[in-house]
T-cell receptor
């Protein structure tokens, strides 16, 4: 398994501002993933973050809106830029271990007002 | 890309009864199928998984079955307890995607004492 620390756990932000979410893993992992989970909904993959290269974004998500950094094999950040109320959601980071199992951070509950 | 469908969206059972949740997937190349339990306000937790070379896997009261021909897999919970109440998500992971997961829409399970 992997221990994932994500922060902040929650935040209330003004529209038009940006929030950076941090994800720290207790072991080195090749890929980290960022998901969005809207209230009562399933998990939607935003992007895959590889160390040493640009993140790969899923359809409907763009780098200008959700820039991602991956400076090393244990850390990643996701920024939600120029926020609007529609960005209110839970954002989760995830890693996959050698057994193929995915483990999640505790999530960041974002409210944009 | 992979498309995972999950049924039912809500399920209520009496304590002690069994619960079954079903998922279908579209990509016949998918080879890893985990199930996650998410309690309110918490992160998804892996409860059981199965690989495409196995037809069934059990872990105490939880079992998963896989039918590769029909492209569906199911979660079975026996002797349900109130603490089993949660949202359950199935997922599928195709090869060559860097361990990306495609999640079902979730099943809200309520176990009535």
């Amino acid at each position: 398994s992997a221990v994932i620390s994500q922060k902040p756990s929650r935040d209330i932000c003004q529209r038009g501002t940006s929030l950076t979410i941090q994800c720290q893993v207790d072991s080195q992992v090749t890929m980290m993933f960022w998901y969005r989970q809207q209230p009562g909904q399933s998990l939607t993959l935003i992007a895959t973050a590889n160390q040493g290269s640009e993140a790969t974004y899923e359809s409907g998500f763009v780098i200008d809106k959700f820039p991602i950094s991956r400076p090393n094999l244990t850390f990643s950040t996701l920024t939600v830029s120029n926020m609007s109320p529609e960005d209110s959601s839970i954002y989760l980071c995830s890693v996959v271990t050698g057994s193929s199992a995915a483990f999640f951070g505790q999530g960041t509950r974002l409210t944009v007002v | 890309g992979e498309n995972v469908e999950q049924h039912p969206s809500t399920l209520s059972v009496q304590e002690g009864d069994s619960a079954v949740i079903k998922c279908t997937y579209s990509d016949s190349a998918s080879n890893y199928f985990p199930w996650y339990k998410q309690e309110l306000g918490k992160r998804p937790q892996l409860i059981i998984d199965i690989r495409s070379n196995v037809g069934e896997k059990k872990d105490q009261r939880i079992a998963v079955t896989l039918n590769k021909t029909a492209k569906h897999f199911s979660l079975h919970i026996t002797e349900t307890q109130p603490e089993d109440s949660a949202v359950y998500f199935c997922a599928a992971s195709p090869p060559g995607t860097g361990n990306q997961f495609y999640f079902g829409t979730g099943t809200s399970l309520t176990v009535i004492p």
